[in-house]
């Protein structure tokens, strides 16, 4: 049937884009985009068709258009939750800083203890440094202290931390 075709789409496009991220090959990524269109035009899960689709273009080089069509897929209900960490990848790479952390903190409301620890610490520490460039030291300084609490006693870590701490005006810390 149409809709089992569309799955199937669905499938062969996560698979040549796992290729795509993995060997960074752009022309996995092209196969990855034109699988996902025909995806698209049947009745695939919207928001992970847009999803996989906006990587697939972020990973060809064009971030623009990754982040608007991964701005619907953060919009499309119901949601793919793989959309905001790709939303954030395209936000970063373009300088929106403060959206990217947005889409992680989204990301990790969404997907809450279902993440594993590494990850969420990962996470936080990420949402941490893009909240310190994005000017947000207080927000900054709560998200590092959860990535320290999780385990990351990395220097750099340590550093964004101390900055964050600095520049919120907390300086015994």
Known sequence: SAADASHVQLARGRVYLARAERTLDRRSAQRA??????????????????????????????????????REAVTTSPIDPEAFEYLADACERLGHTADARDALINLDALEGDTATAAARGARARRIGALAL?????????????????????????????????????????
């Open 33 to 70: 985009q034109e699988v996902l269109e025909q995806a698209l035009a049947g009745n695939a899960r919207r928001s992970e068709g847009l999803a996989l689709y906006g990587r697939a273009l972020y990973l060809m080089g064009d971030p623009r258009a990754a982040e608007r069509l991964l």
């Open 133 to 173: 460039q994005a000017n947000d030291p207080k927000r900054a300084a709560d998200y590092l202290d959860q990535s320290v609490d999780a385990g990351d006693t990395d220097a750099s870590t340590l550093g964004l931390l101390a900055e964050a701490y600095w520049r919120s005006g907390n300086k015994d810390d």
